[in-house]
């Protein structure tokens, strides 16, 4: 790691300021990803930004089937939250999974969403629940905001506060796990709603989270996990890597959204 | 045995230590006006070096100095070597290229070493070894054994003209071919040995500390055998004459192998420490491990299995191609050779054998022994190719295993070893039975129902421990002697301090050394002290590796031990005023037998310290030493039995079952031996399951340089192992001892396959089995 300087943020305003006031400057959450690059040379930021402790991001609110995440809470507090499994139960099974126990007490929803890894598992949650994600100046929506390979749509010193969604009628998540890393090697999300069904897919897209039309039109016409059968999916615009070809991550696809239908 | 006797499960006296974090590891020694060393290594796998510039660096703060090859050369320090000579089957010697401990002209694999920079502390000279500046050339670069063989590849060292380091035989040709061509069946694999990257929990570090006054120099390092770091250190790199040089292994967290070997950095910290005047610490990270501790197996191999009518194997014919990697580490000739073919007569009654392996040159790390060492690449030949041999003939597996047994002994092999004693049966038996292999075909029915594929694989190891004996790996090309050295000393209070010549780096010398005293002398183990690992304090010994510290290390012990209970008994006799042969020892006490004479233990120690009245001629004093040099191999054997299931959607196997039955002899503690049988097993799973080192072959860039690619087995990913042991004492050492280090990996990897290779029907399956390879196999068996 190089040397780098810390400040704590006691407020969104004053995390702004502190990153107007410095150069080569990022934003820190749980840490998990970005300590782990900083230490290997990877990232190089001249100051840290604290939002840890900044009060307003964090909590979970649920009224009626309305859902609102502070950025700054953890995978930990998202798994274990009875208000949230009684809405949207596939999204704490889904945080429940993330890494490992110091991962989840650590790592944030807003930390996972800003940094876009194409094998995390929340963007296909929020890509499929139609989730809004929150920032200091603005709301975007999930498929706007998820715009590629570890790229949002958040400007330079953007600050992700909360992700909200309208918890659906039905939500189911298979993760099939890199045997190595045990991110999503492939990880489907399932969801059937009033704006009807979202299935979305990470850890298999070239270019990050996707929504499948295939799928999506199957489990319209029949919600059911045999419905998947009959669906084909192209691997032309699947990643491949020394874990997994595009042929077998398309084949992943299949398996994992009727999975997550069963599972919802 | 008593509590603390031989047999007894006696918790580790060294675990509280490790468990409340106050192990004392390499890197946790700090002496004053230490430095920080961070090494500037190659990004290429192949390149000449046109210049190195550090002039930029050298003026970055806290930098105290950068040294490079040229330097070292300069002060007449050596290159790396190969200590196993072997000759290729036209009697040629092996062909070995320079291995220069800082590269200069060329590097030949990505983590090359090429310069060290000293620092006050690791940030700086990690910031200066950034701003050093190498200009490469780039060559093109060959990572796959069997392609750098072939004609146009990159030439890795002028010595090897196409990268062939020997091309070796062993067993004989002629009358394994007839056997192949007149057989009623002959079984034939491709079959790949994946390679493997050690990963130890401590990582490799070294502190070189160079005294100007006395001349001397003092190295602390993560070695499993510091009595030959110090030996190969002053005689073959000129660091330093033996007498000025202590090297010292402290607490060492896990070796399995790639800890034997001398790296370049030890040498080049002790050398940096007399050039800068300062002492010199390095600690590798992850990255760097990955990158340059020796990998382990990386074979290609063809096997011929040739049966007669009556389902017995009349000739086996092995042609293996051995990746050594960019350089000769120091026993890589002899892991695919001696350690390796010498065990492909496997526990079978075979009349012909050769086998054919060439060793070969690649740019990626060195390859040498790790776990196992050959005996996991013999095994798994054998047992994958007698499995399949199995259903291709339609027999059950374990009745072919049994047709071909061996069952007298001893029973010499074509292809050198002589196997001393066995009861292969009894494992195998003990392992049907508690596999409850009767029983699998209705778990296959019931997982059926669940849309599992259940399978069902056995694998029947034989290994070679306790290396050995020094003439025979004399005769076979071993530049060293493989005898190991005791001292056994009784204070004046009769507490006795052990020094060993073999090395504890996680198998628990402390505790079973300690048994076998409080065994023989009826002390308690709290009064016994087992002292190894460092060369001012035990005068030589030859280190741990191939499952020998019980063998080899423990015979020595036990050499010193009648020596000093002879000389007790004496002492004994005349204090006692009786005969020497009717003084016995029992509970720490001397006593004359049929009588009520005794003496406690620590009054004989004292009088042997105190010399007032010991028999004439009798030197005072109470301390014995012995080597021991083995009359043979040992050789454990069993038999392991695997159940999975494979999920045919997505082609993930889950072991539900695993089974080990092994023959290690007699067995000192029970409870160490169980879990060097659970931490092979995981190891052996590892392999078969998940580990793999990757290169990209066009660039040679190491592709699995963390754990986001490399895949370690996780407590997740492995069963509750049922273990049992059945006993044929070896005749070949005083305790009967074989050795239970390596046997879990050993005998693991097939057993896993060839479940696998079961459940979905297409013996065609290369480790690890991946998800991925396991669907496209089952998919390919349709
Ligand atoms: C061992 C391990 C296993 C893991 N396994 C998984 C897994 O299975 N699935 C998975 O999805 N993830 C996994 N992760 C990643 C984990 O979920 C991380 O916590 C997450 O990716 C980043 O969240 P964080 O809070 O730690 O963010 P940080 O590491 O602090 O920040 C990540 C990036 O986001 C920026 N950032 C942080 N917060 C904000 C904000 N509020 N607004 C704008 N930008 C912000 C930072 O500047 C940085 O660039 C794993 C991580 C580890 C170490």
Redesign the pocket.
């Known amino acids: 790691m190089y040397a780098t300087n810390y400040h704590r943020a006691s407020s969104v305003q004053d995390a702004l300021a502190l990153k107007s006031s410095t150069d080569e400057t ?12 900083m230490k290997q040379r990877l ?1 190089a ?1 001249s100051d840290l930004v604290d ?1 840890r402790h900044v009060a307003d ?1 964090k909590g979970i609110t649920v009224s009626g089937r309305s859902v609102h995440l502070g ?2 809470t ?2 930990y507090d998202v798994s274990a939250s009875a208000a949230l499994k009684s809405v949207c139960p596939a999204i704490c099974h889904l945080a429940s ?4 126990p ?3 007490h ?10 876009n ?1 194409p ?5 296909a949650a929020l890509l499929a629940l139609d989730a809004v994600i929150v ?1 200091d100046r603005r709301q975007i929506s999930a498929a706007e905001f998820f715009t590629g390979l570890f790229e949002t749509a ?1 400007e330079e010193d ?4 909360a992700v909200t969604f309208e918890a659906p009628e039905k939500a189911g998540y298979s ?1 099939f ?1 890199n045997p190595a ?4 090697m492939t990880g489907v999300f399932v969801a059937k709603g009033a704006g009807g069904v979202r299935v979305a897919v ?1 850890g298999a897209g070239a270019d990050g989270v996707f929504r499948h039309a295939g799928l999506e039109q199957a489990l319209s016409a029949n919600w059911s996990p045999e419905a998947v059968a009959g669906v084909t999916v192209d691997s032309s615009n699947l990643m491949a890597d020394i874990h997994a070809s595009a042929e077998y991550r398309a084949n992943l696809v299949k398996v994992m959204a009727k999975r997550a239908v069963a599972a919802a | 045995m008593g509590l603390e006797g031989i047999g007894a499960r006696v918790v580790r006296k060294e675990d509280k230590r490790f468990l409340t974090g106050k192990g004392r590891y390499t890197d946790d020694m700090t002496v004053p006006g230490m430095k920080y060393a961070f090494f500037v290594r190659s990004a290429h796998a192949h390149a000449r070096i046109v210049s190195i510039d550090t002039s930029a660096a050298k003026d970055m703060p806290g930098i105290i100095d950068i040294l490079g090859g040229k330097e070292l050369q300069a002060d007449g320090i050596g290159n790396l070597i190969c200590g196993w000579m072997i000759h290729s089957k036209d009697g040629s010697p092996m062909k070995m290229g320079a291995w220069r401990p800082l590269a200069h002209e060329t590097v030949r694999y990505v983590g090359d070493a090429i310069a060290i920079v000293v620092a006050d502390s690791l940030a700086e000279a990690r910031d200066a070894a950034e701003a050093v500046v190498v200009e490469y050339d780039v060559l093109p670069a060959v990572t796959q054994a069997s392609r750098a063989l072939e004609a146009g590849q990159p030439q890795i060292h002028p010595e090897a003209s196409n990268n062939l380091i020997f091309d070796w035989q062993l067993g004989d040709a002629d009358s394994t071919d007839a056997a192949v061509a007149r057989a009623a069946h002959v079984t034939e694999m491709k079959i790949v040995n994946n390679r493997l990257s050690p990963n130890p929990m401590e990582p490799r570090a070294t502190l070189g500390i160079y005294d100007e006054a006395e001349d001397h120099y003092t190295c602390y390092t993560t070695s499993q055998n510091p009595h030959v770091a110090r030996l190969v250190m002053s005689a073959f790199y000129n660091v330093a004459p033996e007498n000025k040089l202590r090297v010292i292994a402290p607490d060492v967290g896990g070796g399995f192998g790639s800890k034997i070997y001398i790296y370049p950095e030890e040498i080049v910290c002790l050398w940096a420490s007399k050039k800068t005047g300062v002492p010199v610490k390095w600690t590798s990270d992850r990255t760097e491990a990955f990158l340059t501790d020796a990998h382990g197996r990386d074979h290609e191999t063809t096997v011929k299995m040739a049966f007669d009518a009556d389902h017995r194997i009349i000739g086996l014919k092995v042609d293996t191609i051995a990746n050594i990697g960019a350089y000769m580490s120091l026993f890589s000739s002899a892991t695919p050779t001696y350690l390796y073919a010498t065990l492909l007569s496997g526990q079978y009654d075979i009349p012909a054998i050769h086998a054919n392996v060439r060793a070969v040159y690649t740019n990626t790390a060195p390859v040498d022994a790790y776990r196992g060492a050959g005996r996991p690449e013999a095994t798994y030949v054998m047992e994958r190719t007698m499995e399949t041999a199995a259903r291709e003939l339609g027999i059950a597996p374990a009745e072919l295993r049994r047709k071909n047994f061996i069952r007298s002994f001893p029973h010499q092999t074509p292809v050198i070893m002589n196997y001393d004693a066995g009861d292969f049966e009894a494992s195998l038996n003990a392992a049907l039975a508690a596999s409850d292999y009767a029983g699998f075909p209705a778990r296959k029915a019931e997982a059926a129902t669940r849309g599992m594929k259940r399978g069902i694989g056995m694998s029947c190891y034989i290994e070679a421990c306790g290396i050995a004996p020094s003439a025979a790996v004399g005769s076979l090309g071993a530049g060293v002697g493989l005898w190991e050295s005791a001292e056994v000393r009784v204070n004046a209070v009769g507490t006795i301090e052990v020094l060993t010549g073999s090395h504890s780096h996680g198998q628990g010398h402390e505790t079973t050394f300690a048994q076998l005293i409080a065994d023989r002398f009826g002390v308690s183990m709290d009064s016994v002290n087992i002292v190894h690992g460092d060369t001012d304090k035990v005068q030589m010994g030859m280190g741990t590796y191939g499952s020998r510290s019980g063998a080899v290390g423990m015979s020595a012990i036990v050499k010193a031990l009648d020596k000093v209970e002879a000389k007790a008994k004496k002492i004994a006799a005349h204090l006692m005023e009786a005969d020497e042969s009717d003084i016995v020892i029992e509970n720490g006490e001397l006593k004359v037998a049929g009588t009520d004479k005794t003496l406690p233990w620590f009054q004989v120690a004292l009088a042997a310290y105190t010399a007032h009245n010991l028999p004439s001629g009798m030197e005072p004093g109470l301390k014995e030493t012995a080597f021991y040099d083995p009359s043979n191999f040992t050789f454990p054997a069993g038999c392991y039995i695997c159940e999975v299931e494979v999920d045919p959607e997505t082609g993930k196997t889950q072991i539900v079952q695993f089974v080990a039955a092994d023959d290690f002899g007699n067995i000192i503690n029970p409870m160490i031996v169980e879990g060097q049988v659970h931490g092979g097993i995981a190891q052996g799973i590892g392999q078969a399951l998940l580990e793999a080192v990757h290169y990209d072959p066009a660039n040679g860039q190491l592709i699995t340089a963390s754990y986001m690619d490399y895949a370690m087995p996780r407590a997740d990913d492995l069963p509750s192992f049922q273990v049992s042991h059945q006993t044929t004492p070896c005749p070949s050492n005083p305790l009967g001892i074989k050795g239970c280090g390596e046997a879990g990996a050993i005998g693991s990897p097939p057993a896993l396959i060839n479940a696998i290779t079961d459940a979905i029907g297409n013996n065609e399956l290369n480790m690890p089995a991946t998800p991925q390879k396991v669907w496209l196999a089952a998919n390919a068996a349709h």
């Not at chain 1, 999974?97 to 490992?100: E, K, L, P, S």
């Not at chain 1, 094998?119 to 963007?123: G, I, L």
């Open positions: 990022k934003y820190l959450s749980g840490g998990m990803t970005l300590i782990a690059t990232a930021p939002l991001m950025a700054g953890t995978h999974h993330i890494g490992d110091h991962v989840r650590m790592g944030t929803i807003g930390g996972s969403v800003a940094n890894d094998a995390a598992d929340y963007p920032t958040l953007e600050i992700v506060t993760k796990a890393s045990r991110y999503a990470t």
